[in-house]
């Protein structure tokens, strides 16, 4: 069993996927560790019966105590230092056979994945660089400002941006609950921010037949090419240049308090992310979307299409391709060098 002088550690939060467990996660040397106390929590259990199926494990030579087991010099509650022994990816994983096989699955999918985006991204490299105390060293951080300034300058659309931070939290995998649910969530709350609607309740307020280009202000081939199906049911589309200037505005603020996160060395996780957006925009005083909203989404795509198929009969009454065009220019300048023959 090894041991540990200071808490050379960084820290990371593993969460369930059903939301109802959250416990800190330590990293170093390339794997992952928990105390009894928080393989308790994870698997819902006690810590004596984590005890008994630990000394089990270890009589049973499942596992080479030695290996698996370090310890840390911890402070606690009452301000003390105190020895903790701490337990490997490989310890915690035979636990969670015993006690909570699915549960323990979950975990070693998660931190497989974790291993590798820390291993990537230069994590578990150049250890003594650390700053001010913080867990992570200063390659990361150089990196991810790099990183975000790369998504400031990027074409992306507003949203993706905000995804984009999203995707560099420390325990980002794209695969999960909590990131799909965010992804689906992260441009209705954007327009609701500036609008008052989600996606599907400015389709279904604005489009309109009998406006001109059916009450989009934009389109992929805007401004002359025709309006496509696939351009009708992008809220995006809909707005006015003052709600899109607002959106961009956002965006760039939310990228600069990114940006700060980073430059002070704090860490973000997923659930971070989620949760400084929603403070981020009730702390600019904007509208903030609770609900899925009053219209789903087939709703306004169905009143979209509704609405595109008389729109079409007149655009294509309207329309005059590049080809018209140049036929058109040809047509005159021939008629042109007639005249000037007779």
Request: hydrophobic share 35%; glycine share 4%.
């Amino acid at each position: 069993m090894s041991k540990k002088s200071q808490p050379e550690h960084q820290v990371t939060f593993y969460e369930t996927e059903d939301g109802k467990v959250r416990v800190e996660v330590y990293f170093e040397d390339e794997n992952v560790w928990l105390t009894q106390k928080l393989m308790a929590e994870l698997f819902e259990t006690t810590k004596q019966n984590i005890s008994l199926h630990l000394k089990n494990i270890f009589k049973e030579k499942e596992l080479p105590e030695d290996s698996v087991v370090k310890e840390y010099l911890t402070t606690a509650d009452d301000g003390k230092k105190y020895q903790t022994q701490v337990y490997s990816l490989e310890a915690i994983i035979a636990v969670g056979y015993r006690v909570n096989s699915a549960r323990g699955t979950q975990f070693r999918t998660w931190a497989t994945n974790l291993l590798k985006s820390y291993i990537l991204k230069g994590f578990a490299i150049d250890k003594d660089r650390f700053i001010n105390g913080s867990r992570f060293d200063r390659r990361y951080y150089e990196e991810l400002m790099e990183e975000i300034r790369e998504i400031r300058a990027s074409e992306r659309l507003s949203y993706q941006k905000i995804t984009d931070i999203y995707a560099t939290a420390i325990d980002y995998s794209p695969s999960t609950l909590e990131a799909e649910k965010f992804f689906a969530k992260v441009q209705n709350k954007l327009h609701f921010a500036i609008t008052g609607k989600t996606a599907a309740e400015i389709i279904a307020s604005r489009v309109d037949s009998k406006k001109p280009f059916m009450g989009l202000s934009t389109w992929r081939k805007a401004p002359k090419g025709k309006i496509l199906p696939s351009d009708i049911v992008i809220a995006k589309n809909y707005l006015q240049k003052d709600e899109l200037k607002k959106l961009n505005h956002i965006v760039d603020m939310y990228l600069d308090y990114a940006e700060l996160q980073a430059s002070k060395g704090r860490p973000m996780s997923m659930k971070d992310w989620k949760e400084k957006l929603n403070t981020f925009l009730q702390y600019t005083e904007q509208d903030i979307l609770n609900d899925n909203g009053s219209v789903s989404h087939a709703v306004a795509a169905a009143l979209a299409e509704k609405a595109y198929k008389v729109f079409r009969v007149e655009q294509d009454e309207r329309f005059v391709s590049d080809f018209d065009q140049m036929t058109k220019k040809l047509l005159e300048k021939g008629k042109v060098a007639d005249e000037d023959n007779q």
